[in-house]
């Protein structure tokens, strides 16, 4: 039986707090090649997601403990649909090439994510092209403007 317990999270979150990207990963699939992607991801305000989408599948998104707001997107970078996860949502899925990124709201959050697998990395073309890629400069003025983006803003520029 696998399971996560709050000590779990809790040592996860101290990982993912001094980790340089402020993220820690727990998987629950066995290799990257299995065909179902589970894992708990401990996400820290000020780590940087992308704008991204997944081709091949969609994305299940459930908190485990803390907020996150999850923006969608359409292909010039309007926001299509803002969710505030573990506040007025439990559970989102979003549909197989789904423009989003995530920007975690609280300290210590946890959220949980299932997808088609094998893992497969982010390609280029998946990524936003008028979003910075991460290490860049802008990512904290993107995440600024992540907070405060309601449905129908757009035009993000640097």
Known sequence: MKQIT????????AAAASAPRLRAHRNFHPELSDPVQRLAIAMEPGTYIRPHRHPHTFELLLPLRGRFLVLNFDDQGTVTQRVVLGEDCMALEMEAGTWHAVLSLDNGGVIFEVKHGGYQPVAEQDSAAWAPAEGEEGT???MEWYAQAQVGDGGFRL
């Open 6 to 13: 709050i000590s779990d999270m809790q040592q996860q979150s």
């Open 140 to 142: 904290t003025k993107l």
